[in-house]
């Protein structure tokens, strides 16, 4: 796996395993979920014991006796077809077609299969884990790895979160560990009935103030999860990782008892809420469990924000990475934020303080490398391009000066030198760069579609289909003979040079920075 990629680059040996499902990334790898339940991954799953080295593609093995992954097993085995699998900072979690539930610490030896001494655990024949079965207790639902535990939905019981496992120096040969100690979150075992089943009044009560789970996610100290009613609940981790109680994060209600999503990894979330996506940190969480008995509404506790690309915008996902993170839109685009340290360009927009990345709205630290995103690409996004002749584009126009170097050094130096300067340039870019999206194939999709994107540590992934004669074909904007841009500033400045100014295409948009950074 190249480590050095500071803009997409395609990852080596994928296409031989067939269709992809899924992929993830973790602290210092990259995790591909295929169509046949087969996990491989790149890197190395725990960089603090092993450095992340250059590896390749390799597959995910089951113990002794299974086969060693479902692609090359002869028969139906549901035991080991991953369904559904989580990557976390160290660790991989993958629940099988039956309900099983694996757990992997080191790609270089098989999975353990995760028993517990105090949850019952019932699996299937197949993969009919669906709330159309007569019951569903004792089923697992979902498995999420995170920075430091694992946690999984159980039918009947809830949130289950436990550290993460790994063989000891005298049980080298075992294939399965069995989890004596486990948390289970607070108030996270409802279900809504299925028939003509009765509630106990303890069970209406739940389901009236809390509901049952939708979605949860695992943080440094928190977890967080949805409920089906429209609300939002965290609990904070004390001694050994216990729940002892969990408080509603009020302000994050959904409108009308809507159901909302909550997404996010390390020290960021995103909540999904009528259209609405709102970010925020465990610094709110923190703020607001401190206050819950002070100030149980959180009446005026700051931490929120509402980052005006993504408002609206059809957000379908947002993964986070520790300091970077990248939104994934319904038009297959997406869009990237935050900071990346050391140049390592997780943004995706051009890194190690080069100049695409200077023209994409990223400003770097000489000193220590660090690149933030200006705070004019939170108004519209900054793409993240995956086709080679944008790239062509801004290195004739931005680095060589465009057609006339010379008539453009005065430019050229006011963009390097005032980052408010490089913030309007990179919006004229990106507004510019969209002609190249407009030319699309028979099913209406242009020649990348990103299906899912994923971040972890300071890198990111996606998943993308390729329409390989529209990403060959010249679209016929033609670059040659453009100029680096000159432009009337939003402060009444003009850009010096003897060219015409360039007009917007979009117009120039009124830039909301205010608190949204």
Partial sequence: ?????????????????????????????????????????AGVLN???????????????????????????????????????????THILGLSDSGRIWSWYDDKKPALHVKFANVDIRETNSGTTTATTVSTYGQVRQVVAGWSRSLAY?????????????????????????????????KTGYQRLQRNERESDDEKELGKDVGAVLS??????????????????????????????????????????????????????AIFRDGEVITTDQDYLQACWDARRTNPEQTDIPGLKKIPALQHNDV?????????????????????????????????????AGSLANARGVAYDRFSGQGRLLPHAYTHGRQVWFDTKRRAWIEHVINQG??????????????????????????????????????????????????????????????VLVNKDLASKDQGYSFENKSFPRLKLSDGTEMPGEVDFDEWREGRPEWQTDGQV
Avoid at 423 to 432: A, K, L, N
């Fill in 47 to 89: 960089g603090m014991q092993v450095f992340a080295s250059g590896d390749r593609l390799k597959p995910l093995r089951f113990p002794a006796g299974y086969p060693t992954n479902s692609n090359e097993s002869q028969y139906e085995e549901p035991s080991i077809a991953i369904r559904q699998f989580s990557a976390g900072r």
């Fill in 316 to 352: 379908i996902s947002i993964a986070f990475g520790d300091y970077h993170y990248m939104a994934l839109h319904s038009n297959g685009k997406i869009t990237s934020y935050g900071t990346e340290l050391q140049g390592c360009g997780a943004l995706g927009l051009g890194g190690d």
């Fill in 154 to 186: 159980v039918h009947g019981t809830g949130i289950v979160v436990w550290k993460t496992v790994e063989r000891g120096s005298d049980d080298a040969d075992t294939d399965t560990m069995l989890v004596l100690e486990n948390v289970e979150v607070p």
């Fill in 216 to 269: 949860f996610i695992d943080l440094e100290s928190f977890v967080v999860f949805t409920t089906d009613i429209g609300k939002v609940f965290c609990g904070r981790y004390g001694d050994e990782d216990a729940v002892q109680d969990v408080v509603e994060l009020c302000a994050l209600r959904g409108g009308k008892g809507a159901p909302v999503d909550v997404q996010g990894s390390f020290r960021q979330f």
């Fill in 402 to 463: 465009g057609s006339n170097p010379d008539e453009a050094n005065g430019r050229k130096e006011l963009f390097l030198a005032n980052s408010n300067v490089q913030g309007e340039v990179s919006e004229w870019i990106e507004q510019e760069s969209k002609e190249w999206d407009k030319d699309t194939g028979d099913d209406g999709l242009g020649a990348y579609f990103a299906l899912r994107v994923s971040a972890a540590g300071w890198h990111s992934g996606a998943l």
């Fill in 1 to 41: 796996m190249n480590r050095d990629c500071s803009t997409p680059t395609e990852m080596e040996n994928t296409r031989e395993l067939g269709v992809i499902a899924d992929m993830q990334c973790g602290g210092w790898s990259t995790t591909l979920l295929t169509s046949k339940g087969s996990l491989y991954t």
